[in-house]
């Protein structure tokens, strides 16, 4: 079997979808701007620098969804996908997905944003299988502010993809597979190291440690789009 495993945020799309979803549902929801503004942007400066804290980071995301019900952040939700990340989806990224599909390579969205936004943005490229963390839910469906099973940052992201390949293969009962993932992040580098053990791994709109890296173990490096800031968004 054939997996084309894609970041989100600055490889498919040039805006940070984590990011702006923090900023909108902290609107939505009447919290501290100021104060929560300040928190997502910390967070945001650490993960470009790939030094943050990953479970603080995913405590942060967790409880802010845990303060809301249920309904309402699907409405909000809806209405960020549909103003704030609908209108910035490249041609050039939904080209990128279809050439692979064409190839015979089934698309994956693998993104450090958790499921509860992501699933409503990868209809957006064609995509229909996502690897993310996922939010955990009570009886009731409301969010609980924890994780189900592992975050999907850095070493978090390779082990989910690898879980989700394996058991693909093991449904389809097909042992073959040949892996190809795209991002933009050094945070990624343990899911490239991993596709490219079983296919190729590239660097798209690379930030400049993961250049570095691309051009150190010869990975292909893509350039599709300008990446826009979260705050312009």
Known sequence: MKFAIFDLDHTLLPVDSGDSWSRWLVRAAGLNVEKMDAQIQAYA???????FDVDAFMDFQMELLAQCRRRDLEVWRDAFVEHKIRPYVPKAAIDLVEDRRRAGFEPVLASGTHQFVTRAIAPLFGIQHVVGALPEENESGEF??????AHSYQEGKRILVEAYLREQLDEQQKGVM???AYSDSINDVPLLHYASQHGRAF????D???RQEALRQGWKIMEIFKKVKAQDV
């Open 144 to 149: 609980t502010g924890r994780v189900v099973g």
């Open 203 to 206: 660097a798209v709109n690379p």
């Open 45 to 51: 400066d650490a993960y470009h620098r790939g030094d």
């Open 208 to 210: 400049p440690q993961l």
């Open 178 to 180: 040949v892996l190809e």
